[in-house]
């Protein structure tokens, strides 16, 4: 398999610890036009129309967009080890998490996504604290939700975990760039949660993949 995707994008890194968890080999193709590179996206609309990152493309060349089907067909396509529990309860506080991540997390931190592109002295202060006390009402939803035993739902890996995971090292890393207040300070569950995901082999991998990413672009800021 080939996954079109880069290191930086959140999106990415659910399919990539569904692939390692799983065993499947891919090759990892990064397509231009993406985080500030001027080149134009060119072949990379044929394989995704939409323009976005992730893209699977299966052995026998057809391409499935958006991470959260990917996933899916992921785990329907090859069952073990699974990645979704087996109690309908516990599916559904996984889907829950990746929702509540990709509405109201990643929605809240878009205007800042596109900000930095922009050198700091011309950022909108206004929009920086409007934003961050967004993000904060949206990590006060996961701190009702996030589980207590190491994982994000139970005590193995589910979706949840790497859905999560690239959003909250954007919390603990990148978010500090704008001064703003410590986002940790009053949601102890996800801090905690964040601090012991890391245990987990795959998760540090994903860690340390995204960690590299982001000191490349912190560099170039
Ligand atoms: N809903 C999509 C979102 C993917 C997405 O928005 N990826 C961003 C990168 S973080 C992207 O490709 N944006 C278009 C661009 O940067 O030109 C998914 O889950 O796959």
Request: aromatic fraction near 10%.
């Amino acid at each position: 398999m080939k996954l079109y995707q880069t290191y930086l994008s959140p999106f990415p890194t659910r399919v990539r610890l569904s692939l390692y968890a799983k065993g499947i080999d891919f090759d990892v193709i990064e397509p231009p036009g993406f985080h500030g590179d001027s080149n134009a996206k060119g072949d990379y609309l044929n394989v995704n129309p939409m323009g976005r990152v992730p893209t699977l493309e299966l052995d026998d060349g057809r391409f499935l967009p958006e991470s959260e089907v990917i996933c899916e067909y992921l785990e329907e396509a090859f069952p073990e080890p699974a990645l979704m529990p087996k109690d309908p309860w516990a599916r559904a506080r996984v889907r829950l998490l990746s929702r509540i991540s990709d509405i109201y997390i990643v929605m809240a931190m878009l205007p800042l996504f596109n900000m930095v592109a922009a050198p700091p002295a011309s950022w909108d202060q206004s929009i920086i604290g409007r934003q961050l006390d967004e993000i904060g009402q949206a990590l006060d939803f996961l701190e009702e939700y996030i589980g207590e035993q190491g994982y994000a739902v139970g005590r193995s890996l589910t979706h949840a975990d790497g859905t999560l995971l690239p959003i909250l090292q954007l919390v603990d890393v990148w978010l500090p760039i704008f001064r703003g207040p410590d986002l940790w300070r009053g949601r102890p569950k996800s801090e905690r949660y964040w601090r012991a995901i890391g245990k987990d082999p795959i998760c540090a991998r994903l860690i340390e993949e995204t960690e590299t990413a982001l000191k490349k672009s912190m560099g170039r800021a």
